[in-house]
């Protein structure tokens, strides 16, 4: 189970974090990955990690601004995200996958929480 928080409401320009944490098993060796879905819009990748957190991953429209790391003691992901804009609004989502061979492809992830409202006014 993967559960994110850190989600809310903040004006543009502003930050957040969010956190994923794990249960249920030990996601310390799956690659892990955060997604996005505005409304009636696909999901989008958003950034991955590697197990080990040794390689990143990032869609173009959030390299620079965006930045994923985690620790594998806590089981938890985090994704931290600086210089928020108004289309970064969404529901954030997080995947885990043991060895997706295509970091950004939701196709690739076994895993998935419920995701968390993120909301970026103008």
């Known amino acids: 189970q993967l559960v994110e928080s850190g989600g809310g409401l903040v004006q543009a320009g502003g930050s957040l974090r969010l956190s994923c944490a794990a249960s249920?098993?030990?996601?310390?060796?799956?690659?892990m990955g955060w997604f996005r879905q505005a409304p009636g819009k696909e999901r989008e990748f958003v950034a991955a990690?590697?197990?080990?957190?040794?390689?990143?991953y990032y869609a173009d429209s959030v390299k620079g601004r965006f930045t994923i790391s985690r620790d594998n003691a806590k089981n938890t992901v985090y994704l931290q995200m600086n210089s928020l804009k108004p289309e970064d609004t969404a529901v954030y989502y997080c995947?885990?996958?043991?060895?997706?061979?295509?970091?950004?492809?939701?196709?690739?992830?076994?895993?998935w929480g419920q995701g968390t409202q993120v909301t970026v006014s103008s």
């Open positions: 249920g098993r030990t996601f310390s060796s799956y690659a």
């Open positions: 995947a885990a996958d043991e060895n997706p061979t295509a970091f950004s492809s939701t196709y690739e992830y076994d895993y």
């Open positions: 990690i590697s197990w080990s957190g040794g390689s990143t």
